[in-house]
């Protein structure tokens, strides 16, 4: 088929058409990729955000639990008298309480001063020592002082050491009476030496 200058003058118009249609189509190719690219990186960097903030909420959620359980320790410290100053007539009068109660027949003690075992950011750590010197009719009530003693009075101690001797002052020569006597008497006598403890808050001079 020949084209004349006259058929190629009407066609013209139409190959300037399609020419520009292709143009079209090539740029919306071009910018359809592009866009599906940063349609991509976009969708990428929003899913790092997403997981970002979950990770930030899960941390949060559990730094709230930690400082509710720390909460509710530290009110159970204040509560025990643990946290605060030293409570010694107290620990003394639990002391002579649980004498009788736990029927000991003698009890000697010996409180001294406090001593700062641990310095932390907040608080000090100090232990109160106590010497207790008690007559006990056998080892098993020495046990059961301790325990009276954890349960019932405030604060908390350490138990460091204990010695035990007997006290025997029977002979070959006693009688049924002195028998009697000497299975209500102290046959045990017991040497203890323990730490009351306490934690005590920083002024905000000593926080520094």
């Known amino acids: 088929m020949n084209f004349s200058k006259a058929d190629l003058h009407q066609v013209r118009g139409a190959l300037a058409l399609l020419a520009a249609s292709l143009v079209v189509g090539a740029l919306a190719v071009y910018f359809s990729a592009d866009y599906a690219q940063r ?3 976009a969708g990428a960097t929003l899913a790092d955000e997403v997981a970002q903030a979950r ?10 639990v930690d400082m509710q359980a720390y909460y509710q320790q530290y009110q159970s410290l204040l509560a025990r008298h643990i946290i605060g100053d030293e409570r010694r007539l107290d620990w003394i009068e639990a002391v002579e309480a649980l004498r009788a109660q736990q029927n000991v027949f003698s009890v000697k003690y010996q409180l001294e001063p406090r001593v700062v075992r641990q310095t932390m950011e907040e608080l000090d750590l100090g232990i109160s020592p106590m010497k207790l010197d008690l007559g006990l009719l056998h080892e098993g009530q020495l046990l059961g002082f301790f325990d009276a003693l954890r349960a019932k009075a405030d604060g908390w101690y350490v138990l460091e050491s204990c010695s035990l001797s007997r006290n025997d002052g029977r002979n070959d020569g006693r009688n049924a009476s002195a028998d009697a006597e000497l299975r209500w008497a102290a046959n045990v006598q017991a040497q203890c030496a323990l730490g009351w403890v306490t934690l005590k808050e920083k002024s905000g001079e000593a926080k520094k």
């Open 39 to 41: 349609s991509a990186r």
């Open 55 to 64: 990770t930030r909420l899960s941390q949060v959620e559990q730094e709230r």
